[in-house]
Every structure is written in C-alpha cells, then in structure tokens.
C-alpha cells in the first residue's frame, strides 16, 4: 500500500490528509505543535464553510464592518450591505485543530513531531526517510524517530523553504518602479531614443511556474527628462522577478 507523509498540520496539510486517508492510502500528518495560536486574522469567507463542511460552531464571531491595516499602513474598510452575508472569524488553534482531527477520524496517524529532515533514497527516487522528533510524550526535545515512505506532501507553510525560495523569486512584487527609480531622473532636452540592450532576465511562466530566461531591451524616448541607464537594469527586474506570460507585452 502507498505510504503517504504529509508534513504540516495547518489547512493544507490536514486537508490533503484528510483527502489521502478517505482514499485509503496509509497517511501520517506531521505537527509539530498541536495547539499554535497563530498570527491570522481568522477569516474565512461564508464559501469556504460549506466548501469545506466545517461546522458552524468553528465560526467565533460573526464580522460585517472590518478595517484591515497592512504592515505599511494601507487601510481597507469591508461593510456587507447584506444582512445575511457575515465574514466568519475563526480561531485558528480550533479550526487547525478540527481539520487534523477529522483527518485522524478517517484513518490519517496523527504525529505530534518535528520534521527534521529527509532521507532521499537512491537518485532522489524514494522510499523517503523522515527524521523527526516525537512529542507525544511532552518532553521538551522529543524523541528521534524515524519514518519511511514512498510519497511526501509538504504543507509546511508561509515559512517553508519552498516558500522561501518563491518569495526570492518573486521578490520583484514587493518593489515598485518609483521605488527603485526613486530621485535618478534628470533634466535632459533631447529626444534621441536612449535605449539598453541584452540585459539578461530570468523570471517564472506564470502558468506552469517553471523558469525561463532570456534577453530584455528597453528603449524609451525622454519627454525631458532621462533616468539613470542603472535604473533600467532594476526596472528589469522588478518586472522579470514576478510570475510571467512568456509572451505578455512589456509594460511597467
Ligand atoms: C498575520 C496573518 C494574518 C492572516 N490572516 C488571514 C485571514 O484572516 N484569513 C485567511 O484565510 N488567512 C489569513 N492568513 C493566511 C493563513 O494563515 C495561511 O494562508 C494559512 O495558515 C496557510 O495554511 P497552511 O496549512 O498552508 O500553512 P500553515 O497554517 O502555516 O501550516 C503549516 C503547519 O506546518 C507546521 N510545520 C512547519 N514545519 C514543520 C515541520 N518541519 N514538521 C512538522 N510540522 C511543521 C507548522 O507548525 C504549521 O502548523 C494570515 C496570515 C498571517 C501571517
């Protein structure tokens, strides 16, 4: 029988979990902390009860007025106009904690452990080794232990290395044009096209989120002013450091 660890018992994991042992595949969910609070807002769209069959007592507080302040202060107020339309506010140790134990209920082995790291088999094929500290018994270190399968199902979350790796690759959302130009533009009268070729570029298709690379060429005529030839590189990547259509217009 296929042997199945998902690592990470949030929403994602417990659901693959869950979709995993309804299946009859032998799964074990991995947390390695069975009661985190974590630091989420809570909120979950009326859809995502139903989508998900969640009971009505996962929902904590029934929201219709909400004003969400980002880390930089932008503020965006949400008023449902809608009596019967709410915005479910939940807590996240319940609602992680109903998701992994509906899991269990159909067959998935709950691990209260810390994946530490992963044995590859011969040539990256598998079975995969699992080393990881157990902490069912409530020590505070755990107990190693070792677990092999054929399959494995990262869910490890926002700070994953494979997130890591996305959020370097995509690094080019968190910037602006304006940013990265910021004062390098100069006064300049006249209208000959500036232009830099070759500059090289590697960026992610948006569709199959896989690389590609290439050359860019921006070329622009000043309408008085010109910016730093420097600039043009940054603004390259900013634009390349984001999820691409192979074949989008260039535009910034
Ligand atoms: C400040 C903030 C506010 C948010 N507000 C909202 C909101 O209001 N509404 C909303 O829908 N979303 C919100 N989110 C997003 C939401 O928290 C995530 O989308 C959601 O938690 C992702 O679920 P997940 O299962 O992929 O990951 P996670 O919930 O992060 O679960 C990953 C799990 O893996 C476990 N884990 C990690 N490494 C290991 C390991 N090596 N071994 C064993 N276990 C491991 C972790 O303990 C964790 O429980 C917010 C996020 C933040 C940061």
Known sequence: M????????????????????????????FERKLDNAKPCGGAIPLCMV???DLPESII????????????????????????????GMCRREVLDGFLRNRAAELGAH???GLVQSIDTGSQ??????????????GG?????????????????????????????LTRGYNQTAAEVIGDA???????NMVMVRDIEMYSMCEHH?????????????????????????????????????LREPVAI
């Open 140 to 168: 505070p270190t755990g107990e190693l232990k070792t677990l092999e399968v054929d399959l494995i199902v990262g869910a490890d979350g926002a700070n994953s290395r494979v997130a890591k790796a996305m959020m370097w």
């Open 60 to 87: 904590d507080r029934k929201v219709r007025n909400m004003r969400m302040i980002s880390p930089s202060n932008r503020e965006v107020d949400i008023h449902l106009e809608n009596s019967n339309e709410y915005i």
């Open 110 to 112: 709950l691990v209260n």
């Open 2 to 29: 296929l042997r199945v660890a998902v690592v990470g018992g949030g929403p994602s994991g417990s659901c693959a979990a869950e979709v995993l042992a309804k299946a009859g595949i032998e799964t074990w969910l």
């Open 50 to 52: 139903e989508e998900f």
């Open 185 to 191: 533009l100069f006064e300049e009268n006249h209208e």
């Open 124 to 137: 990256r094929q598998g079975p995969y080794t699992l080393h990881y500290a157990d902490y069912s018994s």
């Open 209 to 245: 989120m896989l690389p590609f690379f290439g050359k860019v060429h921006i070329a622009y005529i000043p309408n008085g002013k010109i910016v730093g030839l420097s600039k043009l590189l940054w603004l390259s990547v900013i634009r390349s450091r984001r999820l691409r259509w």
